[in-house]
């Protein structure tokens, strides 16, 4: 009772309600000023407190605290809202919220339950629903507003005595929009004839809707205009209130994300046109630009630091930096379900990548889609398509040439939705995201599995099929089952002829290729630091081979060092002020740690046909002896994304220069691969290239070339065995160049350069060199050099062309006749009955990853044309009953063909058929087409002892069911010649599994129990026949 004031608050009249609060005076006094036709009595002492009587439990400071009683009275005493009144119920909404009190947030929403939408109150109503994102009330509203448009529209029309030319189309419009869920057009009408209208856009889909072509809004008809843009988590929440009441006759706002536009409002404050009644914080937080080319998106900090404060509190728990990043880009921070290993988390990410052979059937899907603009940045990168033959100029400018309509294609398509496009010849996919938008804490999805390779600069990089990144560019949450997350502790210090690619070598030796999958690698401790952030791109890159969900480092100087090179040092200076964010807490916990010491780490070579079979350099000499491995190497090659950085290409011709000054070159064909435009130029500058040349090796574009078997190899006729080694990631069976019989090696740039000088596969180049066929000598090291940022001259013809998400009218053509490119059309929808007597198209034995359900090389330029790429449809899986590839039995004739014809006769025979494999099914990369060719040609299901992610993702979104045994052991039940039925699929539920019956042959039965992984969306994705037709249903 310590409070001057109290004999005037307590000569009022007293009423019903009792307020026991604590005792800072200020605030409380004024508070109860402004609520003066109030009456009440209150006693003020203490910090938090209860109010007994009413039984609501009030935390927070003192101002919040008396913000919620505000509320409390209004509940209680108010019964018509004003703008004021609501003001107050969203401020006090939103407090409650922020300190989670329960009782008062259901005490709000139930009270706006109670609230009856009219066409008088609608403005208001929508404010705060759509504010506060209530969703019950944002439905209820909807329904109101589909139901009653004539009553609104003619309302205030009448009442503005004003009505637009438009009008009449205006109600069609709605009409014709009336079903559809996310009717934004429908309140860009509706904002022309309401006294006050509330808008809360929160990507740039919904931007587009509301503004005009030329990117204009009209607020003349307004009186009151209230406009709240949350801009995918960027800097800009704005909350401003016009009044129509002064000389602001029209009002036009470009852009509130321009910060031209930006000051503009501000100034306009001043002069009482506008009233910014909230202004939050993140008004005034650094607007950092995403990447150079976006310049209208903001790195996002503030708002992933406010959500993983609220996970936080949740979990109560230390977090790892996987968890951080991943749980802070939550669709639903509040309620999402986080359970490691189990839950399926809901997820915004903050950009897309896409490679060109990929990105075509993203582009079509997204046209498919029907949306006019995609809801985060995205970037196409033509880099897969380019064939190495010659040199990368003659090399490109062919590509260019055979690639002219797929380039014209994606270039259009980009330009219509305001995706940026890097050319042909720009460089590699990851090394251009690297250089140029992945950033520490991002959460970034690329359609290649290497899109991983940004986890070098401390983000969370994923690799997805098209369909997941059509929804993630269609503002959808995209969904991920909740990672494990594996330690990789790190002491000592790389040095020497170890390299970050030994790190990983030797990461994939312990995982093997199924160790990592479901999980996030990531990496800590004290070595982190002796490794430079390109070579933790490298690690985070090739952990795709153990199947991991993705890999990062935590963000530390070598990253900034990087940023700062790559003309990004606001960026750096920004994450170095948010580091709660971007390292583990300590004490979290690792589903499984790996110790791995870099001091005693030896270098090494993997392979051949498996990234996993690992030798250091010590024993490879025996064990290649041991295995009968072909000692001479053919080819040594450098580059692909996983080692192209300009440290990568120093240390390789630092030792390339050592063995020519004792007259050497490579004794192995060699091929450079610079990952990008900007490595090619700056190795050209500094001279690297020419050295490169001189000592015999082909400068090849920038490009993925060799490592995805667009490489037209002369030296060695297919089917005779021969070595080569990389510096790539992946070396399964004839995937660089089409011959099986290839024994691929995978090592370190300069391990591979040293092994090419030698041309032996029995040489190691870290004892002193005694080798009989070279001179006396030992090589020694080059330093780890970084990028030197002084930006050297890029060739503009190989540069990113628009982006930054403005789209711009052209008009996109596909010639019916083409067979690089065909439109999409959809898949029938599941008729509601069982799937039986199926065939077996194929029992697959062994390895059966994406490349051999989609074989990519040659058929990389179907990629646009599903009914041609489906030719490749399983052509290099083993067919397990005749041990050969490419021959099945068709069961319809009893006659040996290969296995797209035999589909395709299937399909044409209306009969559906399975697929059945082992372990790891669908591996590699995330192509979408070894999902979508299935579907396309009758495939029903897919049967396997185990998936990798992303592949059975894909089969979902594009309605094959995908099932696991429960017994792995009835993989050897499942016959070629049986027929298979999958029983009492309208239960079909999650969690639940599923009977499979056998009919074999002799006329015996088998009944096999059968697990999936299908949640409730991704059933329904199965019953539309696709996740698209699921999304063009919800779009009617
Ligand atoms: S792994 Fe090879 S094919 Fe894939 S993006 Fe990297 S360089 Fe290109």
Redesign the pocket.
């Known amino acids: 009772m310590n409070c001057p004031q109290m004999d005037y608050f307590m000569n009022e009249s007293v009423s019903d309600v009792v307020f026991v609060i604590d005792g800072h005076r200020i605030p409380a006094i004024r508070i109860l000023l402004a609520l003066n036709s109030y009456v009440f009595r209150v006693m003020l002492f203490g910090d938090f407190v209860e109010s007994k009587e009413k039984e609501i439990l009030i935390t927070g400071t003192t101002v919040d605290a008396f913000k919620a009683m505000i509320f409390y009275l209004y509940t209680k005493k108010l019964e018509f809202l004003d703008n004021e009144d609501m003001e107050l119920i969203a401020e006090v909404y939103r407090l409650a919220d922020r300190y989670q009190l329960e009782a008062l947030t259901k005490a709000v929403e139930e009270y706006l339950k109670e609230i009856q939408v009219t066409a008088e109150n609608l403005p208001q109503i929508s404010r705060i629903a759509f504010m506060f994102e209530m969703k019950e009330l944002r439905s209820d509203l909807m329904i109101f507003i589909e139901n009653n448009v004539h009553e609104i529209l003619g309302l205030h029309y009448n009442k503005s005595n004003d009505i637009p030319e438009e009008t009449e189309e205006m109600i069609t419009e709605s009409n014709s929009l009336k079903k559809t869920s996310r009717n934004w057009h429908f309140f860009r009408k509706l904002k022309l004839c309401s006294n006050l209208l509330s808008l809360n856009m929160s990507s740039y889909h919904e931007m587009s809707t509301i503004f005009d072509n030329n990117n204009q809004i009209f607020v003349n008809n307004l009186k009151c205009f209230e406009f709240r843009c949350d801009l995918r988590a960027d800097m800009k929440r704005f909350e401003i209130f016009v009044e129509n009441n002064t000389s602001l006759e029209t009002f036009r706002l470009k852009s509130i994300s321009n910060a031209d536009q930006k000051s503009k409002f501000l100034n306009a404050t001043t002069f009482g046109q506008i009233r910014l009644i909230h202004n939050t914080s993140k008004c005034c937080a650094k607007q950092v630009p995403i990447s150079r080319f976006d310049k209208d998106s903001y790195i996002p900090y503030e708002k992933l630091q406010n959500n993983l404060k609220v996970v936080k509190k949740r979990l109560n728990r230390p977090l790892t930096l996987s968890e951080k990043i991943l749980y802070s880009h939550l669709d639903d921070p509040n309620n999402q379900d986080i359970i490691r290993g189990q839950s399926y988390l809901r997820l915004r990410p903050d950009r897309v990548g896409m ?1 060109d052979a990929l990105a075509q059937m993203v582009m079509f899907q997204f046209i498919a889609s029907g949306l006019s603009n995609i809801a985060v940045p995205a970037t196409i990168h033509c ?2 398509l380019i064939e190495a033959q010659i040199d990368g100029v003659k090399d490109l400018a062919r590509a260019i040439d055979i690639n002219k309509e797929v380039y014209s294609f994606l270039s259009t398509a980009a330009a219509k939705y305001g995706v940026g496009f890097w050319k042909p010849g720009s460089g ?3 090394q251009i995201i690297l250089e140029n938008y992945a950033f520490p804490g991002v959460l970034l999805v690329g359609t ?3 899109t991983v390779n940004g986890g070098g600069l401390g983000g969370l990089c994923i690799g997805v099929g098209g369909a997941d990144a059509v929804d993630v560019l269609a503002d959808i949450p995209w969904e991920l089952k909740c990672p494990n997350v594996i330690g990789v502790h790190l002491t000592g210090r790389l040095s020497g002829w170890t390299s970050p690619k030994d790190v990983i070598l030797k990461v994939t030796d312990i995982l093997t290729v199924k160790g990592g999958t479901g999980a996030i690698v990531e990496y800590f401790g004290p070595g982190v630091d002796s490794i430079s952030c390109t070579g933790m791109g490298t690690i985070c ?1 090739m952990g795709a081979e153990v199947g991991a969900t993705t890999s990062v480092f935590p963000y530390n100087s070598r990253m900034r060092d990087y940023l700062k090179a790559t003309n990004r040092k606001e960026i750096a200076d920004y994450a170095d002020q948010t580091p709660e964010l971007l390292s583990a807490d300590s004490g979290a916990k690792y589903d499984h740690v790996i110790e791995i010491n870099l001091s005693e780490l030896e270098p090494h070579v993997n392979g051949p046909f498996t990234p996993d079979l690992s030798h250091p350099i010590s024993k490879l000499a025996q064990n290649a002896k041991s295995n009968d491995y072909p000692i001479d190497l053919k080819v040594g090659l450098i ?4 080692n ?1 950085s300009y440290e990568d290409m120093s240390r390789s011709v630092s030792i390339a220069k050592q063995a020519m000054k004792h007259g050497l070159k490579s004794k192995s064909i060699f091929t450079v ?1 610079p990952g990008s435009e900007q490595i090619r130029a700056t190795i050209e500058r500094d001279g690297q290239a020419e050295q490169f040349r001189q000592f015999g090796a082909v400068v090849l574009a920038n ?3 060799p ?2 078997g667009q490489w037209d190899r002369q030296d060695v006729k297919k089917g005779v065995k021969n070595s080569i080694i990389s510096s ?3 070396n399964f069976t004839a995937r660089n160049d089409t011959n099986p019989a290839t024994h691929h090696f995978l090592a370190s740039p300069e391990l591979v350069t040293a092994l090419s000088i030698a041309g032996r596969l029995d040489f190691n180049p870290l004892w002193l060199l005694d080798w009989p066929r070279l001179p006396f000598f030992k090589f020694d090291l080059l330093g780890r050099p970084l990028l030197n940022g002084s930006a050297p001259k890029l060739n503009p013809l190989l540069c990113m062309v628009g982006g930054g998400s403005v789209p711009s009218h052209v008009t996109i053509t596909v010639s019916p006749t083409s067979d690089r490119l065909q439109l999409l059309t959809p898949f029938n929808k599941w008729d509601g009955k069982d799937l039986t007597d199926m065939v077996v198209l194929i029992k697959v034995k062994g390895k059966c990853t994406t490349d051999h359900i989609s074989y990519a090389g040659p058929w990389l330029k179907y990629r646009g044309h599903l009914d041609n790429i489906s030719n490749n449809m399983f052509i290099g899986a083993i067919n397990a009953e005749n041990n050969e590839a490419n021959k099945v039995k068709n069961q319809l004739t009893d006659a040996w063909s290969p296995v797209p014809e035999t589909a395709r006769h299937y399909k044409a025979n209306g009969v559906n058929w399975v697929a059945v494999g082992e372990d790891n099914y669908g591996e590699g ?1 995330s192509r979408e087409h070894a999902a979508l060719e299935p579907r396309h040609l009758g495939g029903r299901a897919i049967i396997v002892k185990s998936f990798a992610r992303i592949h059975e993702t894909n089969l979902k979104k594009q309605g094959v069911l995908p099932f696991t045994f429960s017994d792995p052991k009835d993989y050897d039940k499942i016959q070629p010649t049986d027929r298979i039925s999958l029983l009492e699929l309208k239960s079909l539920s999650p969690g639940k599994s599923v009977k499979c019956e056998l009919k074999h042959k002799d006329g015996s039965k088998d009944v096999i129990e059968l697990k999936h992984t299908l949640n409730d969306l991704q059933i329904q994705w199965f019953k539309a026949g696709s996740a698209l037709n699921r999304m063009a249903e919800l779009k009617k």
Do not use: K, L, V
């Open positions: 490679q880099d897969h590699i996919i990851h290649d599995s290497h890159n580059g692909s994304c996983t192209s691969t490009a993925c070339g490592c995805i790539f990631n992946r990369s």
